[in-house]
């Protein structure tokens, strides 16, 4: 069936190409273009059709010949709408194909024929093809201005589709200056406009663009996050594409923080999309990010396996590129294998297909600049002729506007002088009438104003007893908020009562410090210890929520803890954090299919073993920080908090040992202080803190906390406290 369509389209395209040429060689008869008119311009129509079905086939060649043959057949109907949009695809073809000058020129038709038209719909759109061009070159200030423009033209229209295309372009430029910020504001900017207008597919994109920004800022947490939300529109919309794209992306990142296990699960899912989609360039980019993970992993065998993969793929699609990657990868494979022959034949193609394309490269850029230094010219030649004559034309209009001044001045001064004369006898004969009205009006108004001054008096009343209303509410108000405020520093009282004493601290650890600040008297955050002989546990955990609901969470946490370690005697600090789980979920009945809690805290556990001076530790939601020897390690924990929503049948942690060595420090803290934010609304930041630990680790424990409490309040300003701050730094 697809192939009997093929041939039909074939056959169609051959029929209208042929047709074309009869058109051009008939134009020598008058009588036959009269008669053939109707019949031109529906061939027109549908040829045009049918370029955009083969453009959007991608099938470039075709409709690039199909182009050049009907633009004669629309400038002979004089169809310059037709013609614009014939221009336009032509230009975005040359773009596809690299060729800028060409789609300069291109679309500079085009933009020429909507300015004729007065269609600013049309001229913002080729603005934005113009600026693609140049961003394509590198160009990037000239691609800005024509994204402005085209920006500026669609918020004057309020074409809300327009304005999110151009804010993404603009952002796609400030990311390759590398201006992250710069380019999430204008990425942000277009997602707001792609929810207001509830488009799934240009959500799915921005969410995709903000995924790599985060990505190249290395704050890859939010990068996967956004990765994630644009492969579930992606998912929903069968994007294969953008789902395949969004597979890899966040393989790559798992690839980058070593976390192996999720990078081969998401790249293998990549790889099985592009071959269902069928694109064998997508298939070479998974098989290249596979090879680089099997080498990452020490297995050479599958990376020369995968590498050759997107080698031969490469060929077929005749990918240089791809090619020269694919070689010089299998060349540094057989190179760690000590297979010094197959290294040097890979690394010789890979220097012969480099060389290739640095040959056609340079070719290609003198001549892209010899067709843009013409370009250019044409254009300077054709601005000044266009100055010339809008001289013309503005002194031509000048003079107008004179005399139509001129006749307008003389036309009202007339008006004026016969407007005066009226007024003037029909104000003379009604002064008399006027004035016996003002009289009426006059004593109509005192009366009025009797009346209203009843009615103040009548309000002040009411106003006076409103008032005393009032007070009395405000004294009741005042009692009630001081009668809250005495119970809540009563529960401060009691929570302050559960935690850790100095004397406690002091006695278990050569040197430490604990920085707790509540952000609402209470606080959602707390630190627990506990000894059981030779073994001492310490924990900082982060409660859902702060204040009073954060406090009694932390009661909960301290209860249970308790009951685990010192009751229960469970020492393994990843079952004691699954135990904490099902505790958890068990008081606040979040198995039950009513529940409406869906509180849960974020752990970090160490056990510490003082004969051994062996660390256990064991996360949910947070991280591990450890210095030795002036060197910080950030060990990372599981990312699933303790209690709340579960999905899995049964909920697992994972254990992870440590040798210390003299004078090491431990740091476990909630994400209080790196969510920090300064008066430009920045986060302190996870980097910022881990080297400002560095920076003071040599330091004792009582002089790192005011450097850390010192280093807060010149952060935060004169900003609100976002959330409560529990540190706890230990000195082995």
Known sequence: MNRFLHCKSISVLVLIVF??????????????????????????????YKIDSIYDCEDFSQASLLIDKTIPLCEKLNFPEQLARLYKTKGDIYISNDNYIKALEALSTSLEYYKKLNDRKGIADIKNSIGTAYRFQGKYPTALEYYFESLKINQSISYKQGISGALN?????????????????????????????????????????????????????KAIDYYLKSLAISKKLNNLDAIGVNYNEIGSIYMEQNNLQLAKSFLLEALKTFVKLGSK????????????????????????????????????????????????????????????????????????????????????????????????????????????????????????????????????????????????L???????????????????????????????????????????????????????????????EYALTIQQAILPKEEQLSELFKDQFVIFLPKDIVSGDFFWISSVQNLVFAAVIDCTGHGVPGSFMSLIG?????????????????????????KIRKSLQQDESHSKSHASMDVCLIKINRNTSRVT?????????????????????????????????????????????????????????????????????????????????????????????NMLDKYRGDEEQIDDICILGLKM
Request: hydrophobic share 35%; charged share 30%; proline share 1%.
């Open 558 to 582: 301290n209860t249970i803890l308790n009951q685990i370690v010192n009751e229960w005697h469970t020492h393994d600090p990843s079952l004691i954090l699954e135990y904490l789980h099902q």
């Open 281 to 424: 360039s997508r298939q070479t980019e998974s098989y290249l990010y596979l090879g680089q993970y099997f080498f990452i992993d020490k297995n050479p065998e599958q990376s020369i396996l995968h590498f050759t993969k997107a080698l031969n793929l490469a060929k077929e699609t005749g990918s240089k590129e791809y090619c020269s990657n694919a070689l010089l990868k299998l060349s540094e494979v057989c190179e760690s294998i000590n297979n010094s022959k197959s290294a040097l034949k890979y690394y010789k193609e890979f220097i012969s297909i480099r060389d290739s394309i640095f040959n056609e490269e340079n070719t290609k850029q003198s001549v892209q600049a010899e067709l843009l230094y013409q370009f250019e010219r044409r254009q300077e030649i054709f601005k000044v002729l266009q100055v010339k004559k809008d001289d013309i034309f503005l002194e031509k209009v000048k003079r107008q506007k004179i005399f139509r001044n001129l006749l307008i001045l003389i036309l009202v001064l007339l008006t004026v002088l016969i407007v005066f004369i009226y007024s003037a």
């Open 617 to 709: 530790f064991a996360g949910a939601n947070r991280s591990l920080l450890i210095i030795q020897d002036g060197k910080l390690e950030r060990i990372q924990g599981d990312r699933k908090s303790v209690g709340g929503f579960q999905r899995e049948s049964r909920r697992y942690y994972t254990n992870h040992e440590i040798n210390l060595s003299n004078n090491s420090c431990l740091y476990l803290a909630t994400d209080g202080f790196i969510d920090q934010m300064n008066s430009e609304k920045r986060k302190f930041g996870q980097k910022q803190f881990s080297d400002l630990l560095v920076e003071n680790c040599d330091k004792p424990m009582s002089v790192q906390k005011e450097i850390i409490l």
């Open 169 to 221: 372009n603009i952002g796609i430029v400030y990311l390759y200056q590398k201006d992250f910020d710069k380019a999430l504001e204008y990425y942000f900017n277009s997602l707001k406009i792609g929810e207001e207008l509830n488009d799934e597919e240009g959500i799915g994109v921005s969410y995709l663009n903000i995924g790599g920004a985060y990505q190249k800022k290395k704050e890859y947490d």
């Open 19 to 48: 047709h074309l040429s009869c058109i051009s060689q008939e134009e020598d008869h008058p009588k036959a273009q009269s008669t053939r008119y109707k019949e031109d311009s529906i061939l027109a129509e549908r040829a045009i």
């Open 426 to 488: 029909r104000n003379k004969k009604k002064a008399n009438i006027i004035l016996a009205i003002q009289q009426n009006e006059i004593l109509e108004k005192n009366e009025e104003l009797m009346q209203q001054q009843e009615e103040i008096r009548t309000q002040r009343d009411e106003i006076e007893k409103k008032n005393v209303i009032l007070e009395n509410s405000k004294q009741i108000i005042a009692a009630k908020s001081e009668r809250i405020i005495s119970s809540i």
